[in-house]
């Protein structure tokens, strides 16, 4: 019998991500089909994972607009929507999966689309094997040396 990884997800208009965290996967396969099916296999540390996700709308098929990033720890898909629009959950089941969290990195409300990078694939392409940027992304943030600047300290 097979066990199933945790599976964490974001999305925009346009996309799904969905992010496994598998270290040391071996032998992934991914399949993603227009219906809206994604399956997953792969093998670590001698146990094979997989599940089965029945997506809450169609997606456009492998290959088209699918991007797949394997690093040491996880796993980072790309999923195309078919049609541009906000899904009101990841499954077109309610019940709850333990498995499926939010990825709250990646999330991104719907009325702050517009202020969010263009391009959230650059992870899938470069980055650490966390699929994080290698480049800080500290924006709005203040460490305690500037807090301490800002006391005058």
Request: proline share 5%.
């Amino acid at each position: 019998m097979s066990r199933q990884p945790e599976v964490l997800w974001a999305q925009r208009s346009e996309k799904i991500y969905l992010t496994i965290s598998l270290p040391d996967a071996k032998d992934v396969v991914l399949k993603t089909e227009p219906q809206g099916l994604f399956r997953f296999s792969a093998v670590a540390h001698g146990e094979p994972f997989s599940f089965t996700l029945d997506l809450f709308d169609s997606v456009l098929p492998e290959g088209s607009k699918t991007k797949t990033k394997i690093g040491l720890r996880n796993i980072i898909c790309s999923i195309q929507k078919e049609k541009k629009g906000w899904w009101k959950r990841l499954l077109k089941s309610e019940e709850k999966h333990p498995h499926i969290k939010v990825d709250w990195n990646k999330w991104c409300d719907e009325d702050e689309e517009s202020d969010a990078p263009v391009d959230s694939d650059d992870d899938l392409h470069e980055g650490n094997d966390r699929g994080e940027s290698d480049e800080e992304d500290d924006d709005g943030m203040l460490y305690l040396p500037d807090l301490e600047k800002l006391r005058g300290k």
